[in-house]
T-cell receptor, first 112, second 116 residues
Framework: GDSVTQMEGPVTLSEEAFLTINCTYT??????LFWYVQYPGEGLQLLLK?????DKGSNKGFEATYRKETTSFHLEKGSVQVSDSAVYFC???????????FGKGTMLLVSP | EPEVTQTPSHQVTQMGQEVILRCVPI?????FYWYRQILGQKVEFLVS????????KSEIFDDRFSVERPDGSNFTLKIRSTKLEDSAMYFC??????????????FGPGTRLTVT
């Protein structure tokens, strides 16, 4: 079945460091791919999405490219800020269904 | 900006009791969902709801679980005869269209359910 695998956290970085959070997926066909973020005490928010292969989603300095060759959708940011500290979830729609399958989430901790 | 709200933020209940988790989806959305996340594990789909009926449910959503849209604004999840393993963060979400069409799902902040 459809699934998403994310790198284990927490990821601990200093401010202005480069961020990569890996995400790979298993799916039928070429579904849309999403990154959600959960800030402390808040709900899940859509960070970015890509709807087809080779698309690049971007938002708030974050980017992710839909790579069908490697079935990956890694999240990157060139220079993280303390305010980026949150849990990041990779997700895709379940084949034939209207719901989302999520990865386990990766906690990012950014120190000043 | 419109948002999904959930109450309470934290619910503690004794095993065997019934709980109702409440959600107010975004007003013009037509699709409603419940997900849960057991501490340290994945966010898991429970149920989706459209046009006043369940459209999909997972194997987690057994006969102890039920959902209802009692009026035009609230969407509730009821769990009867709660078990210790029901302890989790429960997220409500809503969307204008189906996720398979890349429609964004808007999530609430969650209700942490603790069964003792």
């Amino acid at each position: 079945g459809d699934s998403v695998t994310q790198m284990e956290g927490p990821v601990t970085l200093s401010e202005e460091a480069f961020l990569t959070i890996n995400c790979t997926y298993t799916a039928t066909g070429y579904p849309s791919l999403f990154w959600y973020v959960q800030y402390p005490g808040e709900g899940l928010q859509l960070l970015l999405k890509a709807t087809k292969a080779d698309d690049k989603g971007s938002n708030k300095g974050f980017e992710a490219t839909y790579r069908k060759e490697t079935t990956s959708f890694h999240l990157e940011k060139g220079s993280v800020q303390v305010s980026d500290s949150a849990v990041y979830f990779c997700a895709l729609p379940r084949s034939g269904y209207s719901t989302l399958t999520f990865g386990k989430g990766t906690m990012l901790l950014v120190s000043p | 900006e419109p948002e999904v709200t959930q109450t309470p933020s934290h619910q503690v209940t004794q095993m065997g009791q019934e709980v109702i988790l409440r959600c107010v989806p975004i007003s013009n959305h037509l699709y409603f969902y419940w997900y849960r996340q057991i501490l340290g594990q994945k966010v898991e789909f429970l149920v989706s709801f459209y046009n006043n009926e369940i459209s999909e449910k997972s194997e987690i959503f057994d006969d102890r679980f039920s959902v209802e849209r009692p009026d035009g604004s609230n969407f509730t999840l009821k769990i009867r005869s709660t078990k210790l393993e029901d302890s989790a963060m429960y997220f409500c979400a809503s969307s204008e269209a189906l996720a398979g069409r890349a429609s964004e799902q808007y999530f609430g902040p969650g209700t942490r359910l603790t069964v003792t």
